[in-house]
């Protein structure tokens, strides 16, 4: 049998139609259906989270609340961060596309340990079953930050329920993380060296460590709130003799890094997109990877900086002052770095392209309005009001769901076989942003005029109103562009065109060696790793793209969408 | 109101808050800076390099240890001088003025009480003269609150079981916003009021006119203390000098106390506070065990028990005050009124009746 055609035989067979029933999903050790069973999930609980935000931008735009009580309101907002960073954030890229991509990308059959691998998505699925059910009987209404004594003492909402399922989703995760640090160990292929490893796996590698250190603490700080809820052992309730500020130390130790857990396997998804759209090696890939693991270090020693007005001595907020303003550095480094990475590249506007430039404007809107919170005079202003929301939103919708969006874009013809419309994915990649600025962009400006965040009712001032509105007419566009991909991405599963084994002409072995969608074991041969990552070569695609100009007999433009899935797709017919 | 005028800065209406405004346009202006940098280059690369253009491509470059150090060095830089900056201001505004104006803050689900010195008290409103330090000493009753006042760029936690403290100078008179910035349960965005700052006569007549009625019979916030250690009967043990029954208090705060178990704190709010509802918990060097808990004193009995403490000079000078009228027992507290909206609509109204108060 010659090479191509077993290449063929081989095809037919897949990770995904390798077993049919619900059983063998259930059942699955493959970490590519595992990957699988983790977008079923953090797509349920984004669509959760989404609606809630729905809910509250509608709510606010009145000065005085028309469709929400207080108690509802709050329950939402929530629900609504619970939703959206325990069981969608944290998960989404590692989970989702870590687990997927990370033993393809180091020429592995499987992540070091499958079957634990298994147990981490269960604990993911009982912990956020639990969180549901905590909802339906009647939800919580601390936030998603838990403060106390608000939460141990006061609150008579269903914390208890609650603060178990985000206990277990933390193992999930410490699951996760001990399993990437081993595969990424002891899996490698030969040839693959630390530094030809994709950016995306050092990235996937800081985050483990922080999941690894960082979550032990949470879940312990929130276990200790179910005790003193649950048997009124004295911890963080003064009336017990507890101290209240110390859930806020335990709190964000781990919250801060956690932020990190967040955003760090987004700027992995990040490298690897503007490599392949522009056909470069990512400039300064050392200090690309290694201000991963600079920030992962550093952000532990960042906590403090939520507590500059909470009491913390005044020359500890300075401490942590100096350190956040430093802990900023890294991440200025790698935007340069991706930016000037353009230079001399041969660059396509593909959908997640498209999302991979917005990364890069949101991302650093995100990361700058960082430093008027790590200043600590204007903290003092800011702090506990809607600059927050906006900041975080920046960096965590604006970042993280932005990549997350770029990648699952990126790799959808590897995970599922087939073509999406590239139409659409421009549409609404154009849409996320737009929406995006004008949702949040406001919120900044209400931040400086003084509306505290978690406000229902803001009848002292109704000046607010403007912005308000603003942003939730922003927010339907936002909502417009998410809901989109899911209509488009799930119809192109089922039936949209056959994707090539790699339609992007992109490096990195999961595309160079792998099917799409991949065979069960991965891989048909030995792999022996030989070059570095992002082995592009600029010169020549541009000089293909030229070739075809003249072929098509156009002037400019190549990347049009029939021109590009013409070059690249399997049934042109 | 209307919908199309809206503000962008919001008023500054404090003595530091001039500074703060211009560390934080400072701040805003480099950002701009880096922001529309990055984005312009983005934009130049990606149209110049977009494929199919013919730009030259030959000889790209991977890496430039100089370039990197360039980008890291510069924003480090412009971090750390912002960082001295700001510390700065933060350290000035934390460093409390001994003199300034006291006014006593207790946070309570959902509701601001305030008090003044001479024991005027109010509900989510307080009236301040232009130009005068404020220092508010803060407790909460319940959960963590967040005294924000935007207008005059400071806010503070208010935290159960310990003081925390805020200072500001107002320096333009008007209504300003007093807000709870800290999720604190239901009625969170209904725990808010107005800061009105007057003119120093206007503030005299306020006083005349509506001091009075405020104020608790027991008179100023030390003589409401006075009255609680008479009732309790503290002096019983804590006579005018340290005895077998009890140590004196006289003239203790902000000294070092030598407690039994070895150690030696600062005599301070936090100290008296803790002494007072759980004194067990720190036993002076050469007493026993013997001081009964008052943990069922109300945040406001204590607070003026700690004013009365402070007030006490040496052991020489007993009784700095006279009782005034028939022994009332003190009324530190207001009956649980939390939740009147009254003074929670848009305009702020500037006086208050003896019913909100009491
Ligand atoms: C897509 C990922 C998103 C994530 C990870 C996320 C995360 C968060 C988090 C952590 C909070 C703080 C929750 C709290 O204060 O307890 C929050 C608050 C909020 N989010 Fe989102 N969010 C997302 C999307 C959105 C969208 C699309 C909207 C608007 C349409 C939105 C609107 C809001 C609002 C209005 C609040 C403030 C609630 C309040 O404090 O009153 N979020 N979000
Ligand atoms: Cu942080
Ligand atoms: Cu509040």
């Known amino acids: ?573 | 109101m209307n919908f199309w005028n809206n503000p962008l800065w919001p008023e500054a209406a404090s003595k530091d808050a001039a500074a703060h405004d211009k560390l934080f346009f400072t701040i805003t202006g480099l950002s701009v800076f880096f922001t529309v940098l990055v984005c312009v280059l983005v934009t130049v690369l990606a149209v110049k390099y977009r494929r199919g253009t013919k730009a030259d491509r030959t000889n790209p470059i991977d890496h430039s240890t100089k370039l990197e150090v360039l980008w890291t060095g510069v924003p480090l830089i412009l971090a750390l001088g912002t960082f001295v900056w700001s510390a700065r201001l933060f350290v000035e505004n934390r460093d409390m003025d001994r003199d300034a104006m006291d006014v006593f803050v207790v946070g309570k689900q959902w509701m601001w009480h305030l008090q003044h010195m001479d024991g005027t008290r109010e509900n989510n409103e307080l009236h301040l003269p232009v130009g005068q330090p404020v220092k508010m000493t803060m407790i909460s009753q319940d959960v963590i609150h967040a005294m924000y006042l935007p207008a005059f760029r400071a806010q503070y936690h208010v935290v159960p079981g310990r003081y925390t403290e805020l200072q500001f100078t107002p320096t333009k008179p008007g209504s300003y916003r007093m807000l709870c910035a800290m999720h604190c349960g239901t009625h969170h965005s209904e725990m808010v009021g107005w800061v009105h700052v007057m003119e120093a006569d206007e503030f005299a007549e306020w006083k005349e006119a509506n001091g009075d009625k405020n104020r608790p019979k027991a008179g100023s916030v030390i003589e409401a203390g006075k009255m609680v250690f008479e009732d309790k009967n503290c002096g019983s043990c804590h006579t005018g000098e340290n005895n077998v029954k009890g140590p004196s208090l006289y003239g203790i705060m902000g000294e070092q106390r030598s407690l039994a178990n070895g150690q030696t704190v600062a005599v301070d709010n936090d100290y008296l506070r803790l002494s007072i509802i759980d004194p067990t918990s720190q036993i002076v060097e050469g007493y026993d065990k013997t001081m009964p808990s008052y943990s069922s004193l109300t945040e406001e009995d204590i607070l003026a028990l700690n004013a009365y403490v402070k007030s006490l000079g040496n052991a020489g000078d007993l009784v700095p005050f006279e009782r005034p009228g028939a022994p009332v027992p003190p009324t530190a507290t207001a009956p649980d009124s939390s939740t009147d909206t009254a003074n929670r609509t848009a305009s702020p109204s500037t006086t208050q009746t003896e019913d909100e108060i009491q």
């Open chain 1, 1 to 573: 049998m010659s090479a191509a055609a077993e290449q063929e035989t081989v095809q037919e067979k897949n990770y995904l139609n390798a077993d049919h029933t619900l059983r063998s999903w259930l059942t699955t050790t493959d970490h590519k259906r595992i990957a699988i069973l983790y977008l079923i999930g953090v797509t349920f609980f984004f669509i959760l989270g989404g609606l809630s935000a729905a809910l509250i931008r509608l709510e606010l735009t009145s000065p005085t609340g028309w469709m929400l009580s207080n108690e509802m309101f709050n329950k939402t907002f929530s629900a609504h961060g619970i939703f959206m960073v325990f069981f969608f954030m944290i998960p989404a890229i590692p989970a989702v596309l870590g687990n997927f991509l990370l033993p393809l990308m180091i020429g592995a059959r499987d992540l070091a340990f499958p079957r634990l691998n298994l147990v981490s998505w269960y604990l993911y699925a009982v912990g956020g079953t639990l969180v549901l059910i905590a909802m339906m009987m009647g939800g919580v209404d601390a936030g998603w930050t838990f403060y106390t004594p608000l939460s141990s003492i006061y609150s008579e909402t269903q914390i208890s329920l609650t603060l178990v399922g985000i206990f277990l989703n933390g193992f999930s995760s410490i699951v996760t993380g001990v399993n990437f640090i081993a595969t990424i160990h002891k899996m490698r292929a030969p040839g693959m060296t630390w530094f030809r490893l994709p950016l995306f796996v050092w990235a996937h590698y800081a985050t483990s460590l922080i999941m690894i250190l960082g979550t032990p603490v949470v879940a312990m700080a929130l276990l200790l709130v179910v005790l003193e809820r649950s048997l009124g052992v004295g911890i963080y309730s003064p009336e017990l003799g507890g101290d209240p500020v110390l859930f806020q130390h335990l709190f964000w130790f781990y919250s801060h890094p956690a932020v990190y857990i967040m955003i760090l396997p987004a700027m992995g998804v990040q490298s690897e997109l503007i490599a392949c759209f522009s056909k470069r090696k990512i400039f300064g890939y050392h200090f690309v990877a290694f201000s991963s693991l600079a920030i992962a270090v550093l952000g532990f020693l960042v906590w403090g900086h939520h507590m500059f007005i909470s009491s913390q001595s005044v020359y500890l907020s300075v401490i942590f002052s100096l350190l956040s303003f430093l802990v900023a550095i890294p991440s200025a480094v790698k935007t340069f770095n991706w930016s000037v990475s353009l230079y001399k590249g041969s660059i396509s506007f593909q959908t997640p392209m498209i999302y991979a430039l917005s990364f890069i404007g949101l991302f650093v809107i995100g990361g700058i309005t960082g430093m008027f919170l790590a200043s600590i005079r204007t903290d003092i202003h800011l702090t506990g009001t809607y600059f927050i929301v906006a900041h975080f939103h920046y960096v965590m919708v604006g970042g993280t769901v932005t990549a997350f969006m770029g990648g699952l874009h990126f790799w959808w013809p590897k995970i599922s076989g087939r073509l999406y419309s590239e139409f659409w994915g421009r549409i609404s990649a154009l849409l996320v942003f737009v929406g995006f600025n004008l949702t949040f962009f406001p919120q900044f400006i209400l931040g400086v005029l003084g509306m505290p965040r978690r406000y229902h009712m803001y009848g002292i001032a109704p000046e607010w109103l403007f912005y308000n509105v603003l942003s939730t007419a922003g927010s339907t566009v936002l909502g417009l562009g998410f809901f989109l991909p899911m209509i488009y991405l799930t119809h192109s599963y089922f039936k949209g065109r056959k994707s090539t084994q790699n339609p992007w002409n992109a490096k990195g072995l999961e595309w160079e060696k792998a099917a799409s969608p991949p065979i069960t074991v991965n891989f048909t041969e030995k792999i022996l790793v030989t070059e570095d990552a992002y082995n592009y070569d600029a010169i020549s695609d541009a000089a293909q793209a030229l070739r075809t100009m003249e072929k098509r007999g156009q002037l400019a433009v190549v990347d049009d969408e029939d021109a590009w899935w013409d070059e690249n797709s399997e049934d042109k017919s």
